[in-house]
């Protein structure tokens, strides 16, 4: 073969595979004769040489292979939920990219008496949820009658909990089914890092926004059963927040409105509407009914559907029949409450935007809600009625 035709096969050969041995070999192939008619036999060289070249590629692919395996591996392992899991014990799961229990956070005493965080560290997601859950329902903390439970996932990672979400209920079903009830779970999913506030707080602060006549200090002191019922009382839920299942426990407001008609049996056409309020201590709905120009109110047990109160404003028969000691008597006027407010807190002067004083009850004693914007930043206050003094938090 004459050393042209090497050369020029040589480079086709191996100019994609080795450049770097490419031009010691075509180096050698320039030391030999230029014997006119030499012909030299590569047969053999050439098959073991490919052979080499195969191994090491496999070699390469190998290690890649390794390499690309472990960054995979490292990627999956690491924390990309965690979840919050509150009825009265709370219980956090941090969950990585394998849906695997990485860590358990035993928030309250109740939670630590409840279970031990060494039973949950490294099981499934689902089979996590499942003891817990059961856990739950044969230490009392869900019923048939109490069986809520908050559930709240921190995406740390940015992503959807789509999948996640759709094994925790799984879960939950199938633990609750067997202990004999239907189960319910508030389910939000929350943005960012790990924060201070816990699940609950996080949901008190969005409900605060939408009832008026809580705040979210009081909701926050609230049951977990009582939170997921006025969130599921609004006409939507808050942004990212979805209940599965059922609550159970709660009459709904048809039945209020209902019981309360049949209350005020007798009063001639009228309008009814209703809102829920605290009451005695106990959710109840609050149900106006309007006849002439008479306003006629009765609170009516969320729980048990009993009439708690009766109460009458304007026209001629004013009147109440309410628990001893809330009778309306020395309420201040809203004008008035409102000056005693203002003066109270050094607001004589101030420019009070979007400001609102509604009438409203807490623990069936009556009170004023003042919502204003200071500032350009919205601010409530809840005025006992008679004294105008506050009885919740304002941070000013």
Do not use: W
Request: hydrophobic residues 40%.
């Amino acid at each position: 073969m004459k050393k042209e035709i090497i050369e020029e096969r040589l480079r086709q050969e191996l100019s994609g595979i080795a450049p770097n041995r490419l031009d010691e070999l075509l180096a050698a192939v320039d030391e030999l004769h230029d014997a006119d008619n030499s012909v030299i036999d590569f047969r053999q060289e050439s098959r073991k040489r490919r052979y080499g070249v195969k191994t090491f590629l496999s070699a390469a692919a190998a290690l890649l292979l390794v390499v690309g395996a472990a960054g995979v591996y490292g990627s999956f392992s690491a924390s990309k939920y965690i979840v919050s899991v509150d009825v009265n014990p709370s219980v956090e799961l941090t969950v990585n990219g394998f849906n695997t229990v990485k860590e358990v956070t035993l928030n309250n005493d109740d939670a630590k008496a409840l279970i031990d965080a060494e039973a949950l560290e490294g099981r499934s997601i689902s089979k996590a949820m499942d003891a817990l859950t059961e856990k739950l329902c044969g230490d009392g903390y869900l019923t048939k009658d109490c069986n809520g439970i908050l559930v709240s996932v921190r995406n740390l990672k940015g992503e959807g909990s789509d999948a996640l979400c759709a094994k925790i209920i799984s879960s939950v079903e199938e633990a609750t089914s067997r202990a004999g009830f239907n189960y319910a779970v508030l389910y939000q999913e929350l943005d960012g890092e790990k924060s201070d506030c816990s699940g609950k707080s996080e949901l008190a602060e969005k409900l605060s926004g939408s009832l008026d006549a809580f705040d979210a200090d009081e909701l926050e002191s609230s049951s977990v059963q009582d939170l997921i019922f006025l969130a599921d009382s609004l006409d939507t839920l808050p942004d990212k927040t979805e209940l599965f299942g059922r609550l159970n426990g709660f009459r709904s407001a048809l039945d209020a409105r209902l019981i309360a008609a049949e209350a005020a049996a007798g009063l001639e056409g009228g309008s009814s509407s209703h809102s829920i309020v605290r009451y005695a201590e106990q959710l109840a709905y609050e149900v106006v009914f309007k006849d002439g120009e008479t306003t006629h109110k009765y609170f009516v047990s969320a729980t048990t559907g009993k009439v708690l109160a009766h109460e009458t404003d304007g026209g001629s028969g004013s009147g109440t029949s309410k628990p001893a000691g809330s009778s309306d008597e020395g309420i201040l006027s809203p004008d008035e409450a409102l000056s005693i407010f203002r003066k109270a807190n050094g607001l004589m002067s101030a420019v009070l935007d979007d400001l609102t004083i509604s009438r409203s009850t807490r623990n069936g004693e009556p009170v004023y809600i003042v919502k204003f914007k200071l500032f350009g930043i919205p601010r409530t206050a809840v005025l006992d009625a008679r004294t105008a003094r506050a009885i919740s938090n304002i941070d000013f």
